[in-house]
Each structure stands twice: as C-alpha cells, then as structure tokens.
C-alpha cells in the first residue's frame, strides 16, 4: 500500500500546478463562482493549446460533490465538453465539493495538499488518468 500511495504522491508532486490558473483569467475579473461556467471559460482561452496537446485523448473524467451539480469533461479528439449530468462509464471519477473546485480552479487550493487532506477523493479509476486533465488545466 504504501507503494501505491508514495508513487501516487511522487506523480501529484511532479505536476506543474504554479501556473494552473494564472494568464488565462484574472480570477478577479470571474463574474461567476460556479465551477462549471469557470472550466468553460479555462476551456475556451486554452482552445488552441488544449486542441494540439489532446488530439488523441478520448477520456471521460466525472466530478460529483458536495453542494456541487454532478457533470464531466469529456476530452474527445482534442475536443473538450463539460456536461452537466453522470456519466455512465468514466475513466476517473472525483468527489470534491464546489467550494474547493472553485478553490482549484482559481489556484487557490493546491491540489496535492486537497489530495492527500480528503478534500479532494478519487472515488473510481486510475490516479494516472489525472494527467490528461491536468494538461487542459495548466
């Protein structure tokens, strides 16, 4: 076990997570707070980018939480939708509530530390599914 958990930890340390909102929008100019609108508007300014560096992704990544709207990501062919709803199948599901995924997304919560504090849980799937994720967050 203890394996596993220092080689998942070793991966969540190894993420770039210093720039995961910076450059793209100023979190002060965010009009919303709902996470949904806040990946969307992530999403949009990084088209280009996230297009080239996921062009052979087909992943499907469900966050379900408290006080947060079940909806996934869905990274198909560089193409990247959010849908609120469950996802029958995904490749990595997590639970966080809605407060710390606008923590997150903002950079104000470091997500090594949510990680290993349980304030952010991966409730199905492989850690290592993550990294795909973390390339359209960065």
Avoid at 32 to 48: C, F, H, R, T, Y
Wanted: hydrophobic share 40%; with cysteine.
């Amino acid at each position: 076990m203890y394996g596993f958990t220092s080689h998942v930890y070793d991966v969540f340390l190894s993420m770039d997570w210093s720039n995961f909102y910076k450059g793209v929008i100023s979190p002060c100019s965010m009009s919303s707070e709902d996470p949904i609108q806040l990946l969307n508007n992530l999403v949009e300014a990084n088209k280009g980018k996230i297009m080239e560096k996921m062009k052979n992704v087909n992943k499907v990544y469900q966050f379900q939480g408290t006080n947060l709207e079940a909806f996934y990501v869905q990274i198909k062919d560089g193409a990247v939708t959010i849908v609120k709803g469950t996802h029958p199948s995904p490749n990595l599901a997590v639970s966080i509530s809605r407060d710390n995924l606008v923590k997150l997304i903002k950079g104000e919560l470091d997500p090594i530390s949510a990680f290993f504090k349980g304030l952010l849980m991966i409730t199905k799937g492989n850690p290592m599914e993550a990294m795909d994720l973390v390339n359209i967050l960065k």
